[in-house]
Each structure stands twice: as structure tokens, then as C-alpha cells.
């Protein structure tokens, strides 16, 4: 039941409240979806794009999208960009939990120091230019390690598993079998484990995101060009504006030419949005659910 | 379980002992943690040394405060400082609407309606930073952006408002806003959801309105949770999210746009001739600052409402 409903009749006051209140959400709702709707649309709209409030095309065009997947570079980004997510997630998820679960016992005498080692780090960092000389002597500049390790612990992360390990797994099951002569191990991996989808999923699809999305690390890192994930593509040629285009020969193009390149790369920008975000939009309805319940468990203080 | 005192190190033997797995598993996270944190943690003195990279960090001669009296000294500094807690202080100004947000969805009737706006609130959040970067650009376009068309519709000329210094700052933060707000409000929604149903009730008994029931109801059972996120939010006061203002940046609206974080970075690791002692020094000032404020504000908070980080 909500609080909105009551069986006592609502007095004036409360009737307009609820009014403005419901045109308020409604139009924050157009706010939050128009724009994105916007971007679906235009992105099919093919080259007669239409500066308007809503560029319905005539029919469905996939020029915008030809226009991506002819430009090389889109491909390559791609594929950095999953490899790069995939054991991003894999080692980050492996980290998180071989710090979470021992933090999370009880008989554990060593973790309340190793808990102040991980929270002094959510306060405190030796910044940018440390790090980067520490990559550099390492020599993994230029390499998947420099994007994979530094972040592979995020102990925000960490302590909301760990208060999910504490929280939601019976202390039973643990006596139990440590009973039946189960290890350490095995508790873990055949036990813990298995009853923590929920966290695991929301974990790995902040961390896979996070991973999906940045670009300051590669930047940074990162020189060789065919090593660059999709987002530093993606920077180059919806924010710099940049496109290498195949004709380079500087034929004299008329300003109707102009403006019909002009208008292609818009749509292709669209349809660049589109495309890049398709892996994070397939995989969000299946966590969405577990969204509050990561976050939940994560506001408990531990 | 009963345990001699011989000695300490008898009882950490025994302890290690009996939980070698578990010390077998946290050795990675801690080898992690000490090797991407702590050692930059003590690399950081390279911003008390003139740094030069063949003589490495131990071997690069000490300055003392140079580099720190040289950022102060700086004709940028007023400027830079001045961005910083512009952008910052705007954003927290904004950081209660996550919370309005979650109270007004928690008074709207429909439960169906009330699910689809929560579910298209929190889809930007995951846009990347450079595809809302990109959005924001080509939206504030003078020709053919959106937002230009919308204003136009009640007769708004059009403006190119990334070339304007004066609209930078609402726009670097409400296209935060628009992205995180849906987000963020999902912890107050489950912090509502727990608030006991019977304490409404006897205020609808007591014929209280919603207004009463949220200020004497709602606001104080999350207030915890509200302070909490306060404080953390209070301890990156200097640290404007980089990527996304360093992807909005444009010479026109540098003068405004110019931070600490694109500061560092620019003189860090930007430049022919990298100056890695200067770009650490300001990066361990503003560490520092941000960690004394999370102090007062964390102290301030639990005198005022009992809440703390620690």
C-alpha cells in the first residue's frame, strides 16, 4: 500500500498536493525521456534529418549506421572495449570477493586492521601524477594491465559485499559445515558463493559499466592506437569532432555537398550513441532488479 | 575457546594457523591495495622534491615547499580555486533534488506510472561520460540543437551556449543532475519504504497533511542516510569529476571550465616537459584539503545530528 492512498477522504490541501505533484513527475518524466527518445529517433533518421522538436522520419534509414560501421576504427574499439570489460570484470569481481568474505567473518582476528587499510584509501590517494610514475616504473604503460589492476579493488564495492556476506548468509550454514568437515574454501565457493547472485550481479554490472564507460584511463595509459577502447573513439569523433574519412582528396565540394556531409555526420553521431551504448542497455534490464537491494544492502553501515 | 597468553606472537601464529585460507585470500586485495595506493601514497613526495625521472624518486633532490608556494604564487590560483568551489558548491546545492525526488514518487498513487519513471530515471546514469558529453554539446548547439528548438517554440532566440562563459556552470550541472538524480534517489526510496507504515497511519488518524507527514515522518527517517551522503559528498569538494568537465571544456568557456583536476592534468602530464613534481604538489593540496574538510564536516554532523562516518 502507498501513502498517497487512504480510505479517509483526502482534504483539500492534500488533493492539490498530490495534483502538483503529479504534474511536477510528469513533466520531470518528459524531461528524462524526451531527450533520449530524441537520440533513438534521430539516429534512424537517415540523411534528411530534420531540424525539429521531433525528426520523425519519412521511413526508417540505417544510413547513420552504415556511416558507423564503415568507419573502421568502430570495430576496433569494439573489441578492445569488450576485452577490456571482460577481464576487468572477471579480475575485479575475483579481488572484491577474496577481500570480502574473509572481512566478513567473525573469527577473522586480522580484519579490523586490514578493513582500516582499504576505508583509509576511500579518503586519501596519492593522486594522478604518483600513480602514473608507479604504472610507468612497472612497465605497464601501453599494456591491459594499466586499465585492469589499479582499480580492481574498489573498496566501496568491497564493504557492500562484505556487509551482503554478513548479513544475508546464515551464520548456521557456516557452523554447519564446518560440521561436516567443509574448508574455508570450499564454504566459499560452494556455499557463499552460489547464494549471493544478487550481489554479484549488481557488482559486476557497476564495475563492467564503469569499465565500459571510462576513458581517462586509456587516455592516460594507453598509446598505441589499435590498443584504444571505443571510448576514446568515441571521444574523438562526437566531442573533437574529429572523422578520418576515406575520400581524403580535396575535391572542390560545393556548399549543398557540404551540407549534406554535414548533416550524414550528424546522424551518424546518433547513431554512434546508440551503438556504443547498446551492451550497458542489453544488460540493464536484467540487474535493474537488483538495483535497490545493492543499494540497500550498501547503506548499511558494517 | 580458551587461548594461553604465552605470547603474542604464539597467538598470532595460532591465529594464521587456523585461518590460513582466509589470509591466503585477502593477500591479493592487500597486495593490490599497497601496491596501486600505498605506493603512490609515498611516491607523493615527489611533490617535496624536484623531481627528474632518471634519478628516480629517491634520488630527485628536496625542495621542500616550492612546488605547493609555487601553485599558491600562481597568477591561475585565484581563478582555478575560484572554478573549483563554484562547479563544487553549485552541485551540492543540488544534491538535496535526489531526495525530493524520492519523496515526491513516494506520494504518487499510480504504482505502475511510478515504476516507469523510476525505471527511465536511472537509465541515463549509465550513458558514458563522453556520450552525455557528446549529447550536451550537440544539444546546445546554436543550429541544430534541442535545447535551441525547444526555447525557440516560446520564442527564445537562439544561443550557442557552450561559447558562453556565463552558462557553463548550469549547464555542467544540471546535465549531472539530469543523469544521476533518478539514480540517486533509489536509496532514499528503499530508506522510505522502511519507514514503518503505522506511524502514518495514526498521523492520518491525527488528521495531519501530507506536507506534515513528510516534514515530521519522512524527512527524519532519512535524514541518517541523507547526512551520511552528505559527508562523503563534503570530502571531494575539491575534486570536480574530471572527464566530464574536461569533455565540456572548449577555449571559449576556458576561463570558467579551468579546475584543479584539468589543471593537474594539463601541467602534470599534458605538456612537452612534463612537471611531475608541480602536478603532484597540487594534487596532494587538494587531497589534503578534501580530507580536512571531511573531518569538520563528519565532526559538524555528529554534533548536530548524532551521524558519523566513523
New interface residues.
Given amino acids: 500500500?502507498?501513502?498517497?492512498?487512504?480510505h479517509?477522504r483526502k482534504?483539500l490541501?492534500?488533493r492539490i498536493?498530490?495534483i502538483v505533484?503529479?504534474c511536477?513527475?510528469t513533466l520531470?518524466?518528459v524531461?528524462?525521456?524526451y531527450?533520449?527518445l530524441?537520440?533513438v529517433i534521430a539516429s534512424f533518421s537517415g540523411n534528411a534529418i530534420t531540424?525539429?522538436?521531433m525528426p520523425l522520419p519519412q521511413r526508417i534509414s540505417m544510413v547513420g549506421y552504415e556511416a558507423v560501421f564503415e568507419y573502421p576504427l568502430i570495430g576496433v574499439g569494439y573489441r578492445n572495449s569488450l576485452l577490456y570489460v571482460a577481464t576487468g570484470t572477471a579480475v575485479s569481481l575475483?579481488?572484491?570477493i577474496?577481500?570480502a568474505?574473509?572481512?566478513s567473518?567473525r573469527?577473522?582476528?586480522?580484519g579490523p586492521w586490514?578493513m582500516g587499510?582499504?576505508v583509509f584509501?576511500m579518503?586519501?590517494?596519492?593522486?594522478?601524477?604518483?600513480?602514473?610514475?608507479?604504472i610507468r616504473n612497472l612497465g605497464m604503460l601501453d599494456t591491459i594491465w594499466s586499465l585492469i589492476?589499479?582499480?580492481?579493488?574498489s573498496v566501496f564495492n568491497?564493504i557492500v559485499m562484505r556487509t551482503y556476506f554478513k548479513t544475508q548468509i546464515p551464520e548456521d550454514l557456516f557452523e554447519a559445515s564446518k560440521l561436516d568437515g567443509c574448508?574455508?574454501?570450499r564454504y566459499?565457493v560452494r556455499i557463499v558463493l552460489p547464494l549471493s547472485g544478487p550481489i554479484i550481479a549488481v557488482i559486476s554490472l557497476y564495475v563492467a559499466?564503469g569499465q565500459?564507460?571510462s576513458?581517462?584511463g586509456p587516455m592516460?595509459f594507453l598509446s598505441t592506437r589499435s590498443k584504444m577502447p571505443l571510448?576514446v573513439f568515441?571521444?574523438e569523433i562526437?566531442?573533437l569532432n574529429q572523422t578520418e574519412s576515406g575520400q581524403g582528396t580535396n575535391v572542390m565540394i560545393n556548399a549543398d555537398q557540404m551540407a549534406a556531409l554535414e548533416r550524414r555526420k550528424?546522424v551518424m553521431?546518433y547513431s554512434l550513441?546508440i551503438v556504443?551504448?547498446v551492451p550497458?542497455?542489453v544488460l540493464?534490464p536484467f540487474v535493474?532488479k537488483f538495483?535497490?537491494k545493492g543499494?540497500?544492502v550498501g547503506?548499511v553501515?558494517g | 575457546m580458551v587461548r594461553k597468553k604465552e605470547s603474542c606472537m604464539f597467538a598470532i601464529i595460532h591465529e594464521i594457523r587456523r585461518n590460513w585460507v582466509l589470509y591466503l585470500l585477502v593477500s591479493i586485495p592487500l597486495a593490490v591495495l599497497i601496491i596501486f595506493q600505498y605506493i603512490p601514497m609515498y611516491g607523493v613526495q615527489i611533490a617535496f622534491r624536484d623531481y627528474q625521472p632518471v634519478r628516480g624518486i629517491l634520488g630527485s633532490p628536496w625542495v621542500g615547499l616550492k612546488y605547493v608556494r609555487k601553485f599558491l604564487g600562481s597568477y591561475q590560483f585565484i581563478n582555478i580555486l575560484k572554478n573549483t568551489l563554484s562547479v563544487s558548491l553549485y552541485s551540492m546545492a543540488t544534491f538535496p533534488l535526489a531526495l525530493v525526488l524520492a519523496l515526491m514518487l513516494n506520494y504518487l498513487p499510480f504504482n505502475r506510472y511510478r515504476k516507469v519513471i523510476q525505471m527511465v530515471s536511472y537509465a541515463p546514469y549509465f550513458l558514458s561520460t563522453v556520450v552525455m558529453a557528446s549529447l550536451t554539446i550537440q544539444f546546445m548547439d546554436a543550429k541544430t540543437g534541442l535545447f535551441n528548438i525547444v526555447l525557440g517554440l516560446f520564442g527564445v532566440e537562439p544561443v550557442n551556449y557552450m561559447a558562453k562563459p556565463e552558462y557553463f556552470y548550469s549547464i555542467y550541472i544540471w546535465t549531472g543532475v539530469w543523469q544521476s538524480v533518478g539514480y540517486g534517489s533509489i536509496i532514499y526510496i528503499a530508506t522510505l519504504s522502511g519507514i514503518s507504515q503505522e506511524l502514518h497511519e495514526a498521523a492520518i488518524m491525527d488528521g495531519a497533511h501530507i506536507i506534515h507527514r513528510i516534514w515530521y515522518i519522512d524527512i527524519p527517517g532519512v535524514l541518517p542516510t541523507f547526512c551520511i551522503l552528505l559527508i562523503m559528498r563534503a570530502g571531494s569538494i575539491m575534486s570536480v569529476d574530471f572527464e566530464r568537465i574536461y569533455l565540456l571544456q572548449n577555449n571559449l568557456n576556458k576561463s570558467v571550465s579551468e579546475v584543479i583536476s584539468t589543471y593537474v592534468y594539463k601541467q602534470g602530464l599534458q605538456g612537452t616537459i612534463p612537471q611531475y613534481s608541480y602536478a603532484a604538489a597540487i594534487g596532494l593540496f587538494t587531497s589534503i584539503i578534501n580530507l580536512v574538510l571531511l573531518i569538520i564536516v563528519n565532526g559538524v554532523t555528529k554534533k548536530l545530528s548524532g551521524e558519523s562516518l566513523w
Fill in positions: 500500500m502507498r501513502m498517497g492512498q487512504s479517509i482534504s490541501g492534500d498536493f498530490l505533484n503529479f511536477l513527475l520531470f518524466f524531461i528524462l525521456f531527450p533520449l530524441y537520440v531540424i525539429s522538436i575475483a579481488v572484491t577474496c577481500c568474505y574473509p572481512l567473518r573469527d577473522f582476528k586480522g586490514i587499510l582499504c584509501t579518503y586519501f590517494s596519492g593522486g594522478l601524477i604518483p600513480l602514473y610514475l608507479l589492476l589499479p582499480g580492481s579493488l568491497m574448508g574455508d574454501f566459499l559499466v565500459w564507460n576513458y581517462f592516460i571510448s568515441l571521444r562526437l566531442v550528424q553521431k550513441i556504443s551504448s550497458v542497455m540493464y535493474q538495483f535497490v543499494v540497500m547503506a553501515k
